[in-house]
């Protein structure tokens, strides 16, 4: 179905046939526009962004672009269009109908899941909300634009649902969505790695390219479930998603190929002298991805979950990419897991395979991390280094499941409290690392320049030059 943007909001399911919906989004609309100008980007009411705006869903051609003020961008309510006669895909309902309405004993289960989901795409905003005073290109600051406007759209993904399909309640938590603020000691985000700063730009491409990374996996595990209108505008969320760890994933490849320049130049891998030409040195690289990574992986769940083995059971949500599993019931399957024994060692323990969904999503994500890594490591042999880019182990700073509270390094091997403390500065960024990072943070704008930290990128956007002026700044 086609995008209709005559409506106050634009949208593809027709909400112009269900006036008490329109009339409750469009009571939405302006908290959510007021959230925006508070919460959002800093400093863009007058902003002009070259931007992709959704024009459909269609796989081929979803997406137009051009300048556009900021402030005026159109968000609104797109879903993929349905498969005809769909049917539920994993769980005990394997093969029946997949449901158009919310059966009455999952209401506060999926309400609860989607209101985790929407509470994710506004935090980021907020997190995100002071990067563009300290960009390193127009380039870039597009890109956060992009990134920052479709986490918009996200959570107005998330809110008609809340509005079509939960009556009162899904609209009071519509608005709770726009009331919790990220870093906010009374009313918080819901999950931790949320509520961190971002005040970098390496941390924003960690950031990008491993908490958003997450989100593709926590999308297509949505993206399977039996209430159909969820699995919709997941699928079309994911399509936008892919651009968000493109940047990411962009971003560290630029700054990483930059320390090599900075290397091959002075000849050295002294991080100090690295530090001095104003690039950043690789053992720094590797502790920004350490922290946001383990980061990450906590928000996957506990590694044995009973609310997993639920959802799951239920067909509420899945596994990220369902059918390339063989076995949908998963009942009398079971998992290896590695857990501490409480006496500094590791321990196998046998759970049930739906208990266990959790780690199974967990460990794809690490596998899709790889690739990015692969990439990275690349450049760094091919310029004859012998350091290697390395994702820490799953049992490392982790603040969930059986490994919360164990101190590891990042290799996953069980030290003492005395140990992390002497050494976590080698393995997370220390208050000197971050003082050294946000000192590289000037504001470069004049189109086609980059900071000296981060290398350009291979191409413009849409076949556009680099030096196009992507962003005009009032
Ligand atoms: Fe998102
Ligand atoms: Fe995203």
Redesign the pocket.
């Known amino acids: 179905m086609t995008i209709n943007y005559s409506e106050r909001i634009p949208n593809n399911v027709d909400i112009g046939s269900n006036p008490t919906l329109q009339r409750a989004l469009e009571h939405w609309q302006p908290h959510f526009l007021q959230w925006w100008r508070e919460m959002g980007p800093s400093d863009t009411a007058s902003t002009d962004v070259y931007l992709r705006t959704a024009v459909s869903v269609e796989t081929k051609g979803w997406a137009n672009y051009g300048m556009v003020k900021m402030a005026d961008y159109r968000w609104g309510i797109f879903l993929a269009d349905a498969q005809p006669e769909r049917k539920i895909g994993f769980g005990d309902h394997y093969g029946a109908a997949v449901w158009q309405q919310v059966p009455g004993e999952y209401r506060s289960t999926l309400r609860r899941l989607i209101v985790t989901q929407g509470d994710t ?1 506004p935090a980021s905003v907020e997190q995100q909300r002071l990067l563009g005073l300290c960009c390193p290109s127009l380039y870039d600051l597009r890109n956060l634009f992009q990134v920052n406007v ?2 918009g759209r ?1 959570l107005w993904a998330m809110v008609y649902l809340l509005h079509a399909h939960f009556g009162r309640d899904g609209r009071e938590e519509a608005e709770e969505l726009l009331t919790r603020h990220s870093g906010d000691s009374d009313k918080p985000r819901i999950l931790s790695t949320f509520n961190e700063p971002i005040e970098d730009w390496l941390s924003f491409f960690m950031f990008t390219c491993f908490t958003d990374r997450d ?1 593709k996996f926590q999308l297509k595990s949505l993206a399977e479930s039996s209430f159909d209108p969820l699995a919709r505008t997941c699928r079309f ?1 994911l399509t936008e ?1 892919a651009h968000h760890m493109f940047v990411g994933e962009s971003g560290i490849g630029r700054i990483v190929r930059r320390t090599l320049e900075v290397m091959s130049e002075l000849k050295t891998d002294n991080p100090e002298t690295i530090r001095r030409h104003g690039a950043i040195d690789l053992p720094t690289i590797q502790k920004y991805m350490n922290f946001w990574v383990s980061s990450a992986l906590d928000l996957f769940g506990a590694d044995i979950s009973s609310n997993a083995a639920a959802h799951f059971a239920n067909g509420l949500k899945g596994r990220a990419d369902e059918a390339s599993y063989s076995d949908h019931l998963c009942v009398d399957t079971t998992f290896e897991l590695d857990k501490p024994n409480g006496k500094g060692g590791v321990t196998q323990e046998t759970v049930a395979m739906r208990n266990a969904i959790n780690e199974v999503i967990r460990n794809a994500y690490l596998k899709d991390c790889e690739v990015g890594l692969k990439r990275w490591n690349k450049s760094i042999e091919t310029a004859g280094h012998d350091l290697r880019l390395k994702l820490p182990s799953s049992r490392f700073r982790r603040i969930v499941g059986s490994w919360a509270g164990q101190h590891t390094d990042p290799d996953g091997r069980v030290i003492d409290a005395a140990e992390w403390d002497r050494r976590r500065d080698e393995w997370i960024p220390s208050p000197t690392d971050r003082a050294f990072i946000k000192s590289l943070m000037q504001r470069v704008v004049e189109p086609g320049k980059m900071a000296a930290w981060i290398a350009p990128p291979e191409r413009g956007i849409n076949n556009l030059p680099i030096d196009y002026e992507y962003v005009h700044l009032a």
């Open positions: 795409e479709e986490e996200h989100g969320m998603e």
